[in-house]
């Protein structure tokens, strides 16, 4: 047994734009539906319109889906005949594959007009140079309108540039200026009102536009770069700080520090003794049997004056070296010269064992 369920697929009707269209600045709205037996809109794809102006100049408006219908818009600026197709794209309809397009042709009638938005407002200040313009960013519409007139009312004070900008068809945005007519004007909330005409003779929609905007203080125009200084003079004091210690430091002579062990040749480690030479903040240490050595070991075999331990600069960090003055051996070599120490080196002198051990570790 089997069945077989037969569905057309649905048309592509366009309801607007149709006939002839007098257009004011406002968009022209385009709109199409589906044409079926079973209700129902698209599975998938989209519903593209695509309108050809008299001059040749073609623009694509994808519609949107609103209750039952694919809706948008468009705005012309060209009078004539134009013509519109709409069409499917990557649609589907009840699972299958579906392109359908419907074709139309409509009239444009501009009637001439220049529409003007709200404008953005901006004060250009200086700290130490005051106001020296207001900008105005004036979105407009033009629609047969060759040039834009503009006349300021109830603002004293002020002089607006330019008076007059040409316009090419369509949405823009024009520059205007208010400069100041003497060096400073006053601190505070200013209001005007901006006329905006068409020429030829042309009244613009929403023509007349208030003007808000506010004269910043001294103390508001310079309150960043006062900051700014203030921070940047609290950085060179830091800074000079910084640097004079550095200096003190970098002048200042390096330390033997670390850590020196001492234990009886054949005597076990675990009996040695030791000395902090970091607490001595000494930068040169004397090891003998003399009593006034920073080390002194009376009853050893030591000379009176042994070696010394010397401290030294070296990239950053003080490096420990040893001196001999009289006979050290370091495993079965004789050390003669200046030598530097590393952490956990045995060096022998005078019946005596010695390791050093720095404050790093290294």
């Not at 834009?148 to 330019?162: D, H, M, Q, T, Y």
């Not at 001595?280 to 240490?285: D, G, I, N, T, V």
Request: aromatic fraction near 6%; glycine fraction near 10%; charge should be positive.
């Amino acid at each position: 047994t089997a069945s077989v369920d037969v569905a057309a697929f649905p048309e592509l009707v366009l309801d607007a734009p149709l006939g002839s269209q007098a257009v004011r600045g406002q968009p022209v709205p385009i709109r199409v539906h589906l044409k079926a037996d079973n209700p129902g809109g698209l599975g998938a794809g989209q519903i593209i319109a695509q309108v050809e102006t008299p001059s040749g100049h073609k623009l694509e408006v994808q519609l949107a889906e609103s209750q039952g219908s694919y809706t948008g818009q468009f705005l012309p600026v060209e009078n004539g005949r134009h013509t519109i197709q709409v069409e499917t794209r990557s649609a589907s309809y009840r699972g299958a594959p579906f392109w359908d397009a419907a074709r139309g042709e409509f009239d444009i009638q501009m009637v001439r007009s220049l529409i003007a938005e709200k404008p953005d407002v901006e004060v250009v200040s200086s700290c130490w140079g005051g106001v020296n313009k207001v900008l105005i960013w004036l979105p407009v519409t033009s629609l047969q309108v060759d040039a834009a007139v503009f006349a300021l009312e109830s603002l004293p004070g002020f002089v607006l540039r330019p008076e007059r900008i040409p316009l090419r068809p369509g949405k823009q945005s024009l520059a205007l200026e208010l400069l100041p007519s003497r060096s400073s004007p006053l601190t505070g909330k200013y209001r005007a009102n901006l006329r905006v005409m068409g020429a030829p003779q042309t009244p613009a929609q929403s023509g007349m536009i208030e003007l808000e905007f506010v004269i910043p203080s001294f103390w508001v125009r310079c309150q960043a770069p006062l900051t700014w200084g203030a921070g940047g003079l609290f950085v060179l004091a830091l800074a000079g700080v910084l640097l004079a210690r550095q200096g003190r430091r970098t002048s200042k002579p390096a330390l033997v520090s670390g850590t020196l062990r001492w234990w009886t040749e054949g005597q076990v480690l675990g009996l040695a003794r030791e000395c902090d030479l970091t607490a001595l903040a000494k930068a040169r240490l004397s090891i003998g049997s003399q009593a006034d050595c920073d080390l002194s070991f009376p009853k050893s075999q030591l000379d009176s004056q042994h070696a010394l331990l010397l401290a030294e600069k070296a990239e950053g960090c003080a490096l420990v070296s040893l001196q001999p003055l009289g006979v050290v051996r370091r495993a079965y070599a004789t050390i003669r010269v200046r030598t530097p120490l590393t952490h956990g080196e045995v060096f022998q002198m005078g019946g005596l064992n010695f390791q050093y051990l720095s404050d790093s570790g290294k």
